[in-house]
Nanobody
Framework: QVQLVESGGDLVQAGGSLTLSCTAS????????MAWYRQIEDKQRELVAS??????TTHYADFVRGRFTISRDKNQGTLQMTSLEGEDTAVYYC???????????????WGQGTPVTVSA
């Protein structure tokens, strides 16, 4: 069973930094991409950043404005967040598009989420 487990969510003061980690485990053949999403209360889940495994191409949402950095090393993804603002308060989810050992196509898998709270 493929699992994605996030960690690193915490309470932090505005202007502070936080690093989120995501570890993928299980019968994984290959990870095509990893991404971080967030869901602010009462709003739709939105993409924060993504990274492509083929050439490490990254993509960031406009609201990131150079404050976050996504990276990936084998089965672990990381989101480094700096200059955090109150508006960044949300549950952050890791997602991976991957192919399992017995799979014929790549599928999206999700973690359970890790909460980030930024206080004023």
């Amino acid at each position: 069973q493929v699992q994605l487990v996030e960690s690193g969510g915490d309470l932090v003061q505005a202007g502070g930094s936080l690093t989120l980690s995501c570890t993928a485990s299980g019968p994984i053949f290959a990870i095509r991409s990893m991404a971080w999403y967030r869901q602010i209360e009462d709003k739709q889940r939105e993409l924060v950043a993504s990274i492509n495994s083929r050439d490490s191409t990254t993509h960031y949402a406009d609201f990131v404005r150079g404050r976050f950095t996504i990276s990936r090393d084998k089965n672990q993804g990381t989101l480094q967040m700096t200059s955090l603002e109150g508006e960044d308060t949300a549950v952050y989810y890791c997602s991976a598009n991957l192919r399992t050992l017995n799979g014929l196509v790549s599928l999206d898998f999700w973690g359970q989420g890790t909460p980030v709270t930024v206080s004023a």
